[in-house]
């Protein structure tokens, strides 16, 4: 009896919360409408299912439940009746089916006027390519991918030379202009996703897989990746911004293409050098880095990731409330006005001798060492050198002080949130994983062995 | 030797009767020992399984306030509890276990058609399951790759666990699928060549079938995750391309060209979508039974039921890309795999209604096993319905890799099959142990779990249609989570800690009434099939004592007009109705067992 | 039987005793005859499965076809000797004989033995010649096909080796005969499959 009224709860309680819910689909972004067409026919038929069956399911506890003097009926079968359930179950069935395949004939089959981009996934971070004026992708392969060229374009392929390379994980799209997003993976699975635009595929290394989509409402909306892609999967993000065709001409222009990074002017270390003297007063002379003044060790460090810091400083993306040293920082960095001038500085940092910090902190190794094989070693490498592939700086021999400094920073997300600090976010989810301060040392003690 | 007349194996079986403890308990070959081996080896891995699920909710939950789950412990504790739930548990306890206890109990054998063989499979179960468990303390801990394994990720620096963990995972699997093979030869054959006199096909209970086709199923599905494993563990270490293609690892290309990850998901998926029959189907089998048992009512539609099972069986070997739409294969598989996928909603649905016309007119009677197996009727009429969704591929679009999926197939394979085993250890326990359960703490039992079950995943079906995505350590900051997305995780996750919790009351109760339960009678419910008309309860060595039973009638003859009792034995005689003197039955029993 | 027929038979309304001592539907033959029957079906599946991968691994821009050696040749005649052995000593069982049993059912176990020598004498020099596992996967599928069927003939072999064994303990040929018969199905099989692979990597 109270399974029968529970049931009967059930299917009115799971009606309600259906349509109380807070949690629902986002605003579609692109035409894809007859998708959400296609989901709402199935709910409604699954949904009258649901309930007719669930009612009579409670109605049959509660009429037939044991009573004295009551017996069953013996009935083995019903052929009649489990034939028109049959036929019922399959126009059910067909309803569904049909606008799904009507649907999928029109997303496996790109309309000409769809303009391509390219979608480029690696551990843990999102690139983007699009045609130059020429209006095609040049080829490319893993086999070419270095610090340098990113994307593996081919450098032998004309047609890949005016390709703009976006080599942040942000994008834009012209509104109301079909595209066809070609995705390519350099490592594992990922899986390019929207919410709002609906679509998503995987991008398999080894092969290109393609998605597309006409978006059709401004915004700005995040890249997800969908497919388990190991550690760092949870933090790879992106956002695309579709906006007029005007705005994202002008972006786009502002790029950089291929060329343009391949042939950019070495740095001219001898203007770095005197850009130095600068900041010789509180990271020293050779870049030693000075714990009383609140300096880290620069020396050794790797160069794009003082370019990134350098630049991070002069945009304000870090250095803002909270973080005192590093607003001091940004008045430094400001002196820098040019990307010529950080690229040089940076430049003329790597000469300096690379002598290890000396060691400030001290704590339990070994369990420095769980956290950090566990949790850091896939970007920071098992030596602790970092590596650009991963956006991961140099933390062997460097100041431990500042380590321990900028981990509770990110964890109190005084560092790593700005918009405009691209993998920042990655840092401070990982950084919030860690206990506290104890495991913090611990894991600083740790990266002390490594030198 | 053409036939083997069943009389004349007795002397056979004589042989093998144990002489000590330990050949008794331990070294048997008696298939009821070697079942509860079994189960109770699946129930410890699936506690373990269980504890890690609530280790990785409790982060998902209350992400601030957790910190000894770290990412790389989280993605560790979901893929092993993936592995362990679908293989080392659910199919290891269906079929291992009560694929074991009854196959020669409703079949009127004496045992097993290879009764050493059937130890062997139980002893190689065990060393997978060691295999497993010993990844947890090898340098670098259990693999973290997802329960999929996808390639190239498994053997990457990115993914925990991806030296000694993922090795020790494949040689469990491989080791697993012969495990499973044994047994699997042992079912089969015996179901064919066992049967007593008079046991036609058709004769014989939904469960056997259940178990029958999900075994021919499990045969002729593992193959190919043994090929995808020992392919893999080829890419791994003798440096060979099956699935591996030119990749970069931290910086680095690593020395690999042109393998196929793709086809890896494919190996993966003709074993993995068999796999959810290989659970289901066992779980529709016992739950027909348990449901006309306690409806007092024949099967409804015995023949449909039985087509639909072999149907499904057929057509889950050709929809297994449907795991797969989103995966980068050529699209065009997409018309296929959708219909062939839909296709098989249709012989799903007609177990459901068939299931309700069951308890149509019959006389109910709500005992704990019927709990159980109503409460499987609902929720695998949501989950079923949920599939219908996936399986459409446009719809797949937004939600696959969402937390929708991830509701779906709990509800569908994991809560579903769970509530049929406990419906099925409370209906067989009586006969098992000879004693009976408690009916309070049951319904207790069964109350927590079916709707705690329904509180876990109801509301993260609606986080799918927001599109949070599955396999996230932390949401994170997006513009699309609203934050009331993370407080419904925290109440999933208190009810998943209240269901895991609950589930100390199940062992309480099975373990407890062994020794306070009361007495049982030999046949409580009033079952017609054979296993409940043994000479002992429960059933010594060889199960019929002297004789063997003949079958005159099928498993389901309950309320048969004309007849004195509700029900008739499956072994009496046509035309001779059972005498009143037949120990048997019971008269009083019936009102002292139903509850309302 | 017929498939059909019996699983549209109308269980509830037949009574009584069907098919007197043995219940319908059962085969008429022993349970280890079943079991290999099974067990050959899922070993089909085993190697359709990595011939299947072959194929679609084989579309792959990177492969470069080995060309067999000429040695094979050999090894598969010593294969269809081992399997045509079997054979004769099957008939001989079958007769309720037991001239010659000795040469032939020894005789095919020993061919088999060389058979897996052979095809391990092919691997080296394949090796030899450098043709690596690990330098393409056409080399790969080779040596994992061919390793795969020496497996399954020595597990063959295993159960040769049994009755082997309980031959020559002065066991009657009427005890290993169920056995002899089984592995001249299984030795038959396996040849089929050297076969069919065979004729496969050298056609690539």
């Known amino acids: 009896m109270t399974l029968a009224v529970v049931i009967f709860l059930l299917v009115v309680g799971s009606i309600i919360f259906h349509f109380a819910s807070p949690w629902w689909f986002t605003d579609i972004a692109t035409d894809w409408g007859s998708i959400d067409f296609t989901i709402n026919v199935t709910f409604w038929v699954t949904g009258f299912v649901f309930v007719a069956c669930n009612v009579f399911l409670a109605y049959c506890i509660w009429k037939f439940r044991k009573k004295p003097g009551h017996k069953a009926v013996y009935e083995p079968e019903n052929t009649k009746l489990e034939a028109w359930l049959s036929v019922f179950t399959t126009v059910g069935v067909i309803a569904m089916l049909a606008p799904g395949l009507f649907v999928w004939a029109t997303f496996v089959t790109p309309p000409d006027n769809a303009l391509e981009y390219e979608v480029l996934g690696q551990q843990w971070q999102w690139q983007f390519r699009y045609p130059g004026a020429d209006g095609i992708l040049g080829t490319a392969d893993t086999g070419f991918v270095s610090e340098s060229n990113p994307f593996g374009v081919n450098p032998e392929d004309p047609n890949g030379m005016d390709d703009v390379v976006v080599n942040d994980p942000d994008m834009h799209l012209a509104v109301n202009q079909p595209v066809k997003a070609l995705l390519r993976s350099n490592d594992v699975l990922h899986n390019y996703t929207v919410p709002q635009f609906r679509v998503k595929m995987d991008l398999v290394p080894g092969l290109v897989s393609y998605l597309w989509f006409d978006p059709t409402k401004e915004g700005t909306y995040d890249i997800m990746c969908e497919e388990l892609c190991g550690i760092g999967h949870f933090v790879m993000r992106g956002s695309v911004t579709v906006e007029s065709q005007a705005a994202f001409d002008s972006w786009l222009a502002s790029q950089p293409t291929f060329a343009e990074t391949q042939n950019a002017a070495g740095p001219d270390i001898a203007a770095g050098q005197a850009q130095y003297a600068a900041c010789a007063a509180c990271h020293g002379a050779n870049g030693e880095g000075n714990q009383a003044l609140n300096a880290p060790k620069i020396a050794g460090q790797q160069p794009w990731y003082i370019e990134r810091q350098l630049n991070h400083f002069k945009q304000g993306a870090r250095g803002g409330d909270g973080d005192t040293n590093g607003a001091q920082m940004t008045a430094f960095a400001s002196m820098l006005t040019t990307d010529e001038a950080v690229r040089n500085i940076s430049a003329y940092i790597a000469t300096f001798p690379d002598n290890p910090a000396p060691t400030t902190i001290s704590g339990d190794i070994a369990n420095g060492y769980d956290i950090y094989d566990r949790n850091c070693a896939a970007c920071h490498l098992d030596n602790g050198a970092g590596v650009w592939y991963t956006d991961a700086p140099k933390l062997a021999g460097m100041s431990d002080w500042y380590f321990v400094t900028q981990i509770s920073n990110f964890r109190a997300g005084i560092r790593g949130l700005h918009a405009d600090d691209d993998y920042g976010e990655q840092m401070v989810q990982m950084a919030t994983a860690m206990g506290d301060l104890d495991e913090i040392e611990d894991v600083a003690a740790y990266i002390n062995t490594l030198r | ?596 | 039987m017929s498939l059909i027929k019996t699983v549209t038979e109308k269980p509830w309304e037949r009574k009584g005793v069907i098919g007197g001592m043995e219940p319908e539907g059962t085969f008429d033959t022993e349970a280890e005859r079943v079991a290999l029957t099974f067990f050959l079906v899922i070993a089909t599946v085993i190697f359709s499965l990595f011939m299947v991968s072959y194929y679609i691994r084989m579309e792959l821009p990177d492969w470069e076809p080995l060309s067999e050696p000429a040695q094979l040749w050999f090894n598969t005649g010593l294969l269809v000797a081992s399997s045509a052995f079997f054979q004769w000593a099957r008939n001989i069982v079958a007769r309720g004989d037991s001239k010659n049993l000795y040469t032939s059912f020894f005789g095919a176990g020993v061919l088999a033995i060389l058979f897996i020598v052979a095809q391990l004498v092919t691997w080296n020099h394949l090796q030899a010649g450098g043709f690596y596992l690990s330098s393409n996967p056409a080399n790969a599928f080779y040596y994992l096909l061919t390793g795969l069927h020496a497996l399954h003939l020595a597990g063959g072999l295993w159960v040769w080796s049994k009755s082997a064994i309980r031959l020559v303990s002065g066991g009657e040929p009427e005890d290993i005969k169920l056995s002899i018969e089984l592995c001249t199905v299984y030795w038959h099989f396996l040849l089929l499959v050297w076969i069919v692979m065979f004729a496969v990597l050298s056609n690539t």
Request: charged share 10%.
């Open chain 2, 1 to 596: 030797m053409a036939y083997v007349p069943l009389a004349d194996q007795d002397q056979e079986m004589e042989m093998h009767h144990p002489h000590s403890w330990v050949e008794k308990y331990v070294w048997s070959q008696d298939h009821k020992v070697i079942a509860i081996q079994y189960g109770g080896l699946a129930v410890l891995t699936g506690i373990v399984g269980l504890v890690l699920s609530l280790l990785f909710r409790l982060q998902l939950g209350f992400p601030e306030s957790v910190d000894f789950v770290d990412p790389n412990f989280y993605y560790q504790a979901v893929t092993m509890h993936g592995m362990i739930m679908v293989v080392y548990f659910l199919t290891a306890l269906f079929l291992g276990g009560f694929g074991n206890y009854m196959v020669p109990l409703m079949l009127g054998a004496r045992d097993m058609v290879f009764p050493f063989l059937n130890m062997m499979s139980v002893w190689t179960f065990l060393i997978s399951v060691i295999i497993l468990m010993a990844s947890f303390f090898v340098g670098g801990g259990p693999t973290g790759a997802g329960w999929t394994l996808y390639p190239p990720q498994t053997t990457m620096a990115g993914t925990p666990g991806h030296d000694a963990g993922i090795i020790l995972m494949l040689v469990s699997l491989a080791v697993f699928v012969v495990a499973f093979t044994m047994g699997g030869l042992n079912y089969v054959v015996t179901i064919l060549q066992y049967r007593c006199r008079g046991m036609t096909l058709m004769r014989m209970p939904l469960t056997i079938w259940g178990i029958f086709v999900a075994t021919v199923l499990g045969l002729f599905a593992f193959p190919a995750l043994l090929v995808a494993c020992i392919m893999m563990m080829f890419d791994t270490l003798l440096g060979t391309s099956f699935f591996m293609p030119a990749v970069i690892e931290s910086g680095s290309p690593l020395d690999y060209e042109g393998g196929s990850p793709i086809l890896f998901q494919h190996l993966f998926w003709f074993f993995g979508h068999p796999e959810v029959y290989i659970v289901a189907l066992p779980a529709f089998g016992l739950v027909s039974d348990v449901l006309s048992v306690h409806a007092r009512k024949n099967i409804f539609g015995y023949r449909m039921m039985v087509w639909a099972i072999i149907a499904i069986g057929g057509l889950s070997f050709i929809v297994w890309a449907h795991h797969m739409y989103v995966s980068g294969m050529n699209p065009y598989f997409g018309f296929f795999f959708a219909t062939t996928t839909l296709i098989i909603a249709v012989p799903t649905a007609l177990k459901v209604y068939n299931w309700l016309l069951t308890l149509w007119e019959g006389d109910i009677r709500l005992n704990a096993p019927m709990y159980f197996a109503i409460g499987f009727i609902f929720t695998f009429i949501h989950g079923g319905l949920t599939g219908l969704f996936l399986g459409n591929v446009v719809i797949d679009l937004p939600l696959s890799d969402t937390y929708f999926v991830v509701a779906h197939f709990h509800l569908v394979m994991g809560v579903s099959p769970i509530l049929v085993l406990f419906a099925a250890i409370y209906h067989w326990y009586p006969k098992l142990s000879g004693r009976m359960y408690n009916e309070t703490m049951a319904k207790a039992h069964f109350w927590i779990t079916f709707l705690g079950a329904y509180a876990i995943y109801l509301p993260m079906h609606y986080l799918g249609f927001l599109g949070v995505p599955r396999r996230y350590y932390a949401l994170g900051s997006t513009d699309f989570i609203p934050a009331s997305a993370q407080e419904l995780n925290s109440s999933i996750t208190i009810a998943a800690l209240i269901v895991g919790t609950a589930q100390i009351l199940f062992f309480i109760n099975i373990i407890g009434s062994l020794k306070w339960g009361k007495k049982a009678d030999p046949n409580p419910w009033g079952a017609a099939s054979l296993e409940w008309q043994t000479p002992d309860t429960p059933p010594k060595h060889g199960n019929w004592g002297d004789e063997l039973p003949t079958v005159y009638r099928w498993a389901y003859d309950y309320s048969v007009p004309g007849a004195p009792e509700d029900f008739i034995p499956q072994n009496t005689p046509e035309r001779v109705t059972p005498a009143a003197s037949d120990e048997h039955i019971d008269t009083d029993k019936d009102s002292t067992l139903a509850d309302v």
